[in-house]
Every structure is written in C-alpha cells, then in structure tokens.
C-alpha cells in the first residue's frame, strides 16, 4: 500500500508551493493528502487517522494529534520553530520529528531589518528620527535567523556584536562579528538587540525587566523569535519607567492593548507572526519537508531530528 503523507496548515502553504510538494512526494509513489483551513483540532485529529507522514506550519500537533495517528512514522515542522509539536509524545509513539531550519531565515531577517528602520524613524510619525548605520547591533542567539541579520547588518554599516552560549566565538568571529561573553555584555552595549532565540524551559521569560534594563538610552528591542521568552509584565513595566525605550515585535503580546496604550509611539507588533510570510520561505521550506520525508522513507535519513529516539 502507497505510503499517504498528510499537509496539515490552516494557515496553508502558496498553491506553488503545495504543487512543488506534490511532485516530490507522487514521484515516489506516495499519496499526498491536504487539509487546510480547517480550523479545530477535531478535524485535524480525524485527518491524521491513517496516514504515514505529516508536514505542518504553525498547527499544533499535541500529543492527542500523536496519538490518534496511529500509522504515524515521520512530522515535519515546515520551520525553524518546533514548540507546536508535542516532542515526549513522538518519542513514546516512535514517531520521528523534524524541522527545516534555515528555509525561513531571510525572510525573518529581512523583518527584522524592517521593523527597526520603522522603530528609528519614529513609526513614520513625520518626525526626525535616526539611522541604523553606525549603531551597535546585538544578536541574541547566532543561528540561521542570527546570521541572515548579521549579513544585512554588515551592508548597512552596523558594529556587530553577538551572544550564543553554544555557538564557538571562532564561528562567530568568522563572520566578521564581535562574540561577547554573556547575555549582559550583550544587552549592556548595545543599541539594538535582535532577539533569536528559541522557547525553552530555561529561556522562557530570560528577556525581563533586569536584563532589557542594561540597554543603553534610546535602546531598541527587536523580537522576531517567540513570545513566550519575553517577561511582558516586567518589559512593560521598564517601558513604563524608561520613556526612551521601544519594543517591536513580531509575535503579538498577550499584553498587546496595555503595551500599545501605556508605550505608544515606542511599540509596535504585527497583528500575526509574519516572519516567514513570504513566497520563497513559504515554497522553500514546504519543498525541504517534502524532500526530508522521501529521504527517511528511502534512507533512513534523521539529519534535522528534534526529538529523543
């Protein structure tokens, strides 16, 4: 019986991309299945009854979804971000999950670059603002994301510094940037800080009062990584106190309406995370799924694993 690999986004994929997708996957005799828009997680979990791989987005694969597919082998997270996949659930069911990293990381980049010009330039309020060029750029976690920001930082002239606990200094200073020695240095010596990293038990609220508080004056917090490693009410609270600060972020706040009341003119966020929101991230990290799927089924390939065997 034909393999059937499941794409499950309510926020679909770029009809293109679906196309690129199916080729890939009925090349090899496999049967491809698409679900979109579907909008309760009953309806996903009755989707994924009888099939052997499952490529998603932003959709959450809990570990009911886990456990009601009962022929599941492969998830591909279609992104960098895997904290919508229930990881213990695969590992207990043998279900192997994966990532695409680095498919989206001009595309976040590129974001990041276009919310701190709009943040320098006063929100496009008609007033004076300031210029990027020459301006210490922090990145907070050196991975795909980190090092697509350091490259356009470099074109735009910026003093380039980064912080990643497990990235090599050699690494780092390869690139033409200055590694620092802790999240401190970081956030204490510069005038923008970029935001990279991922939800974790231990960086979950890290990105509070006392750290964003090291900022130089007219400090800049750029967030494109994910809301749940900012402690929003001790960030409100410094926003409160330190009139000269501004955050703007890609993943909308659960305090969006008393940040926007109490910082206004200081803070923007987008209505829903847009960092990978564009055509060629959209095609190219469908098309990687597709091709990490083939390669597991025909080799036993688990290069972008994320789970515990």
């Given at each position: 019986?034909?393999?059937?690999?499941?794409?499950a986004t309510d926020k679909p994929f770029?009809?293109?991309?679906?196309?690129?997708?199916?080729?890939?996957?009925?090349?090899?005799?496999?049967?491809?299945?698409?679900?979109?828009?579907?909008?309760?997680?009953?309806?996903?979990?009755?989707?994924?009854?009888?099939?052997?791989?499952?490529?998603?987005?932003?959709?959450?694969?809990t570990k009911e979804v886990i456990d009601?597919?009962?022929?599941?082998?492969?998830?591909?997270?279609?992104?960098?971000?895997?904290?919508?996949?229930?990881?213990?659930?695969?590992?207990?069911?043998?279900?192997?999950?994966?990532?695409?990293?680095?498919?989206?990381?001009?595309?976040?980049?590129?974001?990041?670059?276009?919310?701190?010009?709009?943040?320098?330039?006063?929100?496009?309020?008609?007033?004076?603002?300031?210029?990027?060029?020459?301006?210490?750029?922090?990145?907070?976690?050196?991975?795909?994301?980190?090092?697509?920001?350091?490259?356009?930082?470099?074109?735009?002239?910026?003093?380039?510094?980064?912080?990643?606990?497990?990235?090599?200094?050699?690494?780092?200073?390869?690139?033409?940037?200055?590694?620092?020695?802790?999240?401190?240095?970081?956030?204490?010596?510069?005038?923008?800080?970029?935001?990279?990293?991922?939800?974790?038990?231990?960086?979950?609220?890290?990105?509070?009062?006392?750290?964003?508080?090291?900022?130089?004056?007219?400090?800049?917090?750029?967030?494109?990584?994910?809301?749940?490693?900012?402690?929003?009410?001790?960030?409100?609270?410094?926003?409160?106190?330190?009139?000269?600060?501004?955050?703007?972020?890609?993943?909308?706040?659960?305090?969006?309406?008393?940040?926007?009341?109490?910082?206004?003119?200081?803070?923007?966020?987008?209505?829903?995370?847009?960092?990978?929101?564009?055509?060629?991230?959209?095609?190219?990290?469908?098309?990687?799924a597709a091709k990490q799927i083939v390669?597991?089924?025909?080799?036993?390939?688990?290069?972008?694993?994320?789970?515990?065997?």
């Amino acid at each position: 019986m034909a393999k059937k690999v499941l794409i499950a986004t309510d926020k679909p994929f770029a009809a293109v991309a679906v196309n690129g997708i199916r080729e890939i996957v009925e090349a090899q005799g496999y049967e491809l299945v698409v679900l979109e828009k579907y909008g309760t997680q009953e309806a996903l979990i009755e989707a994924v009854a009888d099939v052997d791989a499952m490529i998603i987005r932003s959709d959450k694969a809990t570990k009911e979804v886990i456990d009601a597919a009962k022929n599941l082998k492969v998830i591909v997270r279609a992104g960098a971000g895997y904290d919508n996949i229930d990881l213990q659930a695969c590992t207990d069911r043998g279900v192997v999950a994966m990532n695409t990293p680095g498919q989206n990381s001009n595309a976040v980049a590129e974001l990041a670059f276009g919310m701190m010009i709009m943040a320098v330039r006063n929100f496009y309020n008609g007033k004076a603002g300031t210029e990027l060029m020459g301006k210490k750029l922090g990145i907070h976690a050196y991975g795909n994301v980190g090092r697509n920001v350091a490259r356009i930082a470099k074109g735009i002239g910026m003093d380039i510094y980064a912080y990643d606990a497990f990235c090599p200094k050699e690494a780092i200073k390869a690139d033409g940037v200055t590694p620092v020695d802790s999240a401190e240095e970081l956030y204490k010596n510069c005038d923008v800080v970029s935001l990279h990293i991922p939800a974790t038990p231990e960086t979950r609220k890290s990105i509070n009062y006392d750290l964003v508080n090291l900022m130089p004056k007219n400090g800049l917090l750029v967030n494109t990584a994910r809301k749940e490693v900012i402690d929003e009410e001790g960030l409100l609270k410094l926003m409160e106190e330190r009139q000269d600060l501004k955050y703007v972020t890609d993943i909308m706040p659960e305090k969006n309406e008393e940040f926007a009341a109490k910082c206004a003119g200081r803070y923007f966020s987008t209505p829903k995370k847009m960092g990978a929101q564009t055509a060629e991230a959209n095609i190219n990290a469908g098309i990687a799924a597709a091709k990490q799927i083939v390669a597991y089924f025909k080799d036993g390939c688990e290069k972008f694993r994320v789970n515990k065997k």
